[in-house]
């Protein structure tokens, strides 16, 4: 179990508080509401089934690489490219890169270190979200397994946010959605926590297609 502190800073790390722009964006959601997801069931489903095969679990695995190496820049540099490579569009890759630098910035000024001061100054590309939540875990010492339900929990709680305004739902009904995903998140987590590098793919043609029609909607609400 976690220390008191350290269980303080993971739900402060976690919390949709967090002042880094999460709730501008719908990670695709917008369009797919527009097109297919018409209710709180539908939302479970899209939600379980990128737990289960999707892009956040590569996200999560970046996350625990993150935690691992808080204190290798070398590798730490290494990953922030390849999750770059791996984002399928541009605004999925801005949304990422936006976040992580907000991130950054809020940790140098809550608790500066030289790791952090140094992935300000000396890198050309913003750390991605998922790399810096893990890296701010190790720094808080929250520990390994709780950073990673925290962070899947924090991911589904942002799109169920967007969910209960783009569908609409009932505040109730949200929580209930997000309540359905805590039994999937704590069956992905153990296999998340051992995929391999050799592991880290993803079938995810339905977000990076969303991603991409959100552009061409006539109304939006959010910017991905």
């Not at 709180?40 to 970046?62: D, H, K, S």
């Not at 050309?124 to 929990?153: D, K, R």
């Not at 051992?194 to 969303?210: E, I, M, T, V």
């Amino acid at each position: 179990m976690p220390t008191e502190t350290a269980l303080l800073n993971l739900l402060q790390l976690a919390s949709p508080a967090l002042p880094l722009g999460a709730y501008c964006y719908s990670e695709g959601l917008e369009y797919l509401c527009q097109e297919e997801i018409r209710d709180a069931e539908e939302l479970g489903q899209w939600l379980t089934q990128e737990l289960a095969y999707g892009a956040i679990r590569v996200e999560a695995a970046l996350m625990l690489r993150g935690y691992r190496y808080a204190q290798d820049l070398e590798r730490l540099e290494y990953w922030n490219h390849w999750l770059a490579a791996h984002k399928e569009t541009k605004e999925l890759r801005q949304q990422s890169g936006q976040m992580g630098k907000s991130l950054l910035d809020l940790l140098l000024n809550l608790t500066p270190n030289p790791v952090l001061q140094r992935i300000k100054s000396d890198w050309q590309t913003p750390i991605h979200y998922a790399l810096m939540f893990g890296v701010a875990a190790a720094q808080w010492q929250a520990p390994l397994e709780a950073s990673l339900l925290a962070f899947l929990q924090s991911w589904a709680g942002n799109l169920i946010t967007a969910g209960v305004k783009l569908i609409p739902l009932g505040q109730t009904a949200g929580q209930q959605v997000l309540m359905n995903t805590h039994q999937v998140i704590v069956q992905a987590a153990p296999l998340i926590l051992n995929l391999s590098d050799s592991q880290l793919y993803c079938c995810s043609l339905g977000l990076g297609l969303s991603s991409m029609n959100h552009e061409s909607q006539y109304s939006r609400l959010f910017r991905s």
